[in-house]
Protein backbone atom coordinates (compact mmCIF):
# COMPACT_ATOMS: atom_id res chain seq x y z
CA UNK A 1 0.00 0.00 0.00
CA UNK A 2 1.10 3.57 -0.84
CA UNK A 3 2.02 6.12 2.46
CA UNK A 4 3.07 9.32 2.90
CA UNK A 5 4.48 11.04 6.05
CA UNK A 6 5.27 14.16 6.82
CA UNK A 7 7.44 14.28 9.78
CA UNK A 8 7.13 17.96 10.72
CA UNK A 9 3.95 18.62 12.25
CA UNK A 10 4.55 22.63 12.79
CA UNK A 11 6.85 25.05 11.02
CA UNK A 12 7.64 28.36 11.35
CA UNK A 13 9.48 31.11 9.36
CA UNK A 14 10.49 34.53 9.31
CA UNK A 15 8.44 36.67 7.01
CA UNK A 16 10.76 36.83 3.55
CA UNK A 17 12.80 33.86 4.55
CA UNK A 18 13.00 30.80 2.67
CA UNK A 19 11.47 27.60 4.72
CA UNK A 20 11.90 24.16 3.88
CA UNK A 21 8.79 21.41 4.29
CA UNK A 22 9.51 17.54 3.86
CA UNK A 23 7.76 15.02 2.51
CA UNK A 24 8.14 10.82 1.99
CA UNK A 25 6.62 8.56 0.20
CA UNK A 26 6.46 4.52 0.00
CA UNK A 27 4.97 3.50 -3.55
CA UNK A 28 5.98 -0.05 -5.60
CA UNK A 29 4.62 1.97 -8.54
CA UNK A 30 7.36 3.76 -10.88
CA UNK A 31 5.22 5.94 -12.77
CA UNK A 32 3.09 8.16 -10.27
CA UNK A 33 1.89 11.76 -9.39
CA UNK A 34 3.33 14.01 -6.45
CA UNK A 35 1.58 16.82 -5.13
CA UNK A 36 1.36 19.60 -2.47
CA UNK A 37 -1.69 20.79 -1.25
CA UNK A 38 -2.69 24.03 0.80
CA UNK A 39 -5.49 23.86 3.04
CA UNK A 40 -5.91 27.98 4.93
CA UNK A 41 -7.96 28.00 7.83
CA UNK A 42 -11.40 28.33 5.75
CA UNK A 43 -10.58 24.35 4.64
CA UNK A 44 -10.33 24.92 1.25
CA UNK A 45 -7.94 22.60 -0.29
CA UNK A 46 -5.58 24.49 -3.01
CA UNK A 47 -2.86 23.22 -5.43
CA UNK A 48 0.16 24.71 -5.38
CA UNK A 49 2.66 22.20 -6.86
CA UNK A 50 2.82 19.04 -8.91
CA UNK A 51 5.78 16.51 -10.29
CA UNK A 52 5.36 13.84 -12.20
CA UNK A 53 7.92 11.01 -11.31
CA UNK A 54 8.91 10.71 -15.14
CA UNK A 55 10.73 14.17 -15.05
CA UNK A 56 13.91 14.17 -13.93
CA UNK A 57 13.39 18.21 -13.62
CA UNK A 58 11.90 19.78 -10.24
CA UNK A 59 8.24 21.91 -10.77
CA UNK A 60 8.68 25.08 -9.72
CA UNK A 61 5.84 27.47 -9.45
CA UNK A 62 6.45 31.11 -8.06
CA UNK A 63 8.34 31.04 -5.06
CA UNK A 64 7.22 27.34 -4.82
CA UNK A 65 9.67 24.92 -6.17
CA UNK A 66 9.87 20.97 -5.03
CA UNK A 67 13.34 19.24 -4.64
CA UNK A 68 12.25 15.10 -5.59
CA UNK A 69 14.69 13.08 -5.13
CA UNK A 70 12.37 9.66 -6.79
CA UNK A 71 15.58 6.90 -5.33
CA UNK A 72 15.28 8.32 -1.91
CA UNK A 73 11.09 8.79 -2.11
CA UNK A 74 11.52 11.85 -1.19
CA UNK A 75 9.78 15.09 -2.11
CA UNK A 76 10.21 18.76 -0.22
CA UNK A 77 8.38 21.78 -0.77
CA UNK A 78 10.69 25.07 -0.32
CA UNK A 79 9.00 28.38 -0.12
CA UNK A 80 10.87 31.30 -1.08
CA UNK A 81 10.33 34.90 0.46
CA UNK A 82 7.54 33.66 2.86
CA UNK A 83 4.45 35.64 2.60
CA UNK A 84 1.94 35.81 5.52
CA UNK A 85 -0.52 34.50 3.07
CA UNK A 86 1.17 31.37 3.11
CA UNK A 87 0.73 30.86 6.25
CA UNK A 88 -1.74 27.07 6.14
CA UNK A 89 -2.17 23.55 6.73
CA UNK A 90 0.34 22.14 3.33
CA UNK A 91 -0.36 18.44 2.60
CA UNK A 92 1.72 16.01 0.32
CA UNK A 93 -0.39 13.64 -1.96
CA UNK A 94 0.20 11.14 -4.09
CA UNK A 95 -1.60 9.52 -7.12
CA UNK A 96 -0.42 6.77 -9.34
CA UNK A 97 -0.90 7.29 -13.20
CA UNK A 98 -3.13 4.25 -14.16
CA UNK A 99 -5.77 2.67 -12.05
CA UNK A 100 -7.09 3.94 -9.10
CA UNK A 101 -7.70 7.98 -8.90
CA UNK A 102 -7.77 8.56 -5.10
CA UNK A 103 -4.89 10.79 -3.67
CA UNK A 104 -3.26 9.70 -0.72
CA UNK A 105 -2.44 12.29 1.82
CA UNK A 106 0.18 13.10 4.24
CA UNK A 107 -0.57 14.07 7.78
CA UNK A 108 0.30 17.64 7.18
CA UNK A 109 2.74 20.11 8.73
CA UNK A 110 0.85 23.63 9.70
CA UNK A 111 3.13 26.63 8.75
CA UNK A 112 3.57 29.44 10.60
CA UNK A 113 4.36 32.68 8.83
CA UNK A 114 6.11 35.62 11.26
CA UNK A 115 5.79 38.85 11.08
CA UNK B 1 -20.81 28.90 -9.29
CA UNK B 2 -17.16 28.54 -10.71
CA UNK B 3 -16.03 25.96 -7.89
CA UNK B 4 -17.00 23.25 -5.94
CA UNK B 5 -19.68 23.37 -3.56
CA UNK B 6 -21.07 21.68 -0.57
CA UNK B 7 -23.92 22.01 1.87
CA UNK B 8 -24.66 22.49 4.65
CA UNK B 9 -21.39 23.54 5.69
CA UNK B 10 -21.92 22.62 9.40
CA UNK B 11 -24.28 20.09 11.00
CA UNK B 12 -24.61 18.58 14.28
CA UNK B 13 -26.12 15.08 14.28
CA UNK B 14 -27.24 13.08 17.23
CA UNK B 15 -25.90 9.70 17.51
CA UNK B 16 -27.86 7.47 15.64
CA UNK B 17 -29.59 9.53 13.36
CA UNK B 18 -29.06 9.70 9.64
CA UNK B 19 -27.53 12.37 7.71
CA UNK B 20 -26.96 13.48 3.92
CA UNK B 21 -24.28 15.26 2.49
CA UNK B 22 -24.43 17.24 -0.77
CA UNK B 23 -21.70 18.04 -3.19
CA UNK B 24 -22.23 20.12 -6.70
CA UNK B 25 -19.28 19.59 -8.61
CA UNK B 26 -17.70 21.81 -11.18
CA UNK B 27 -19.91 22.05 -14.00
CA UNK B 28 -18.46 19.31 -16.69
CA UNK B 29 -16.23 17.49 -14.43
CA UNK B 30 -16.41 13.52 -15.42
CA UNK B 31 -14.84 12.63 -12.14
CA UNK B 32 -15.87 13.32 -8.51
CA UNK B 33 -14.20 12.08 -5.22
CA UNK B 34 -15.37 11.93 -1.58
CA UNK B 35 -12.79 12.51 1.43
CA UNK B 36 -13.10 12.24 5.49
CA UNK B 37 -10.58 14.39 6.98
CA UNK B 38 -10.40 13.66 11.05
CA UNK B 39 -9.19 16.76 13.27
CA UNK B 40 -5.93 17.21 12.30
CA UNK B 41 -5.29 14.49 10.00
CA UNK B 42 -4.76 14.77 6.60
CA UNK B 43 -7.82 13.40 4.52
CA UNK B 44 -8.85 9.88 3.52
CA UNK B 45 -10.43 9.02 0.89
CA UNK B 46 -13.70 7.56 0.67
CA UNK B 47 -15.13 6.64 -2.85
CA UNK B 48 -14.76 7.67 -6.37
CA UNK B 49 -17.39 8.55 -9.20
CA UNK B 50 -16.69 8.67 -12.82
CA UNK B 51 -20.04 10.03 -14.51
CA UNK B 52 -23.20 8.39 -12.59
CA UNK B 53 -20.60 4.87 -12.00
CA UNK B 54 -18.97 4.78 -8.48
CA UNK B 55 -15.81 3.09 -9.77
CA UNK B 56 -14.19 2.60 -6.29
CA UNK B 57 -15.91 2.73 -2.72
CA UNK B 58 -12.67 1.03 -1.32
CA UNK B 59 -12.74 3.90 1.40
CA UNK B 60 -16.04 3.73 2.88
CA UNK B 61 -15.48 2.54 6.50
CA UNK B 62 -18.59 0.89 6.85
CA UNK B 63 -22.15 0.03 5.04
CA UNK B 64 -23.25 3.12 7.18
CA UNK B 65 -21.86 4.73 4.35
CA UNK B 66 -23.36 5.29 0.93
CA UNK B 67 -22.53 7.53 -1.90
CA UNK B 68 -24.68 8.28 -5.08
CA UNK B 69 -24.36 10.02 -8.24
CA UNK B 70 -27.66 9.04 -10.02
CA UNK B 71 -27.08 12.06 -12.73
CA UNK B 72 -23.75 12.21 -13.27
CA UNK B 73 -23.50 16.06 -11.43
CA UNK B 74 -24.58 15.64 -7.76
CA UNK B 75 -23.30 13.54 -5.56
CA UNK B 76 -24.74 12.78 -1.82
CA UNK B 77 -23.11 10.71 0.80
CA UNK B 78 -25.26 9.28 3.01
CA UNK B 79 -24.13 8.41 6.96
CA UNK B 80 -26.99 5.97 8.32
CA UNK B 81 -26.97 5.58 12.61
CA UNK B 82 -24.14 7.58 12.99
CA UNK B 83 -21.82 7.47 15.39
CA UNK B 84 -19.20 9.57 17.33
CA UNK B 85 -16.27 8.09 15.23
CA UNK B 86 -18.18 9.68 12.41
CA UNK B 87 -17.51 13.39 13.61
CA UNK B 88 -14.82 14.58 10.81
CA UNK B 89 -14.71 17.23 7.73
CA UNK B 90 -15.68 15.74 4.69
CA UNK B 91 -14.09 16.87 1.74
CA UNK B 92 -15.45 16.47 -2.21
CA UNK B 93 -13.19 17.28 -5.28
CA UNK B 94 -14.08 16.65 -8.66
CA UNK B 95 -12.04 16.36 -11.84
CA UNK B 96 -12.26 17.26 -16.08
CA UNK B 97 -10.25 13.78 -16.25
CA UNK B 98 -10.52 10.33 -15.83
CA UNK B 99 -7.21 7.74 -15.62
CA UNK B 100 -3.90 8.07 -17.01
CA UNK B 101 -4.56 11.62 -17.17
CA UNK B 102 -2.87 14.42 -15.42
CA UNK B 103 -5.43 16.32 -14.14
CA UNK B 104 -6.09 18.22 -10.86
CA UNK B 105 -8.39 17.72 -7.99
CA UNK B 106 -10.65 20.76 -7.11
CA UNK B 107 -11.89 20.70 -3.57
CA UNK B 108 -15.10 21.88 -1.91
CA UNK B 109 -15.02 24.02 1.17
CA UNK B 110 -16.01 20.55 3.22
CA UNK B 111 -18.88 19.63 5.86
CA UNK B 112 -17.81 19.75 8.90
CA UNK B 113 -19.52 16.92 10.97
CA UNK B 114 -20.40 16.52 14.70
CA UNK B 115 -22.20 13.55 16.25
CA UNK B 116 -23.12 14.61 19.42
Known amino acids: AQTVTQSQPEMSVQEAETVTLSCTYDTSESDYYLFWYKQPPSRQMILVIRQEAYKQQNATENRFSVNFQKAAKSFSLKISDSQLGDAAMYFCAYRIIQGAQKLVFGQGTRLTINP | GAGVSQSPRYKVAKRGQDVALRCDPI?????LFWYQQALGQGPEFLTYFQNEAQLDKSGLPSDRFFAERPEGSVSTLKIQRTQQEDSAVYLC??????????????FGPGTRLTVT
Open chain 2, 27 to 31: SGHVS
Open chain 2, 93 to 106: ASSSGTAGQSYEQY
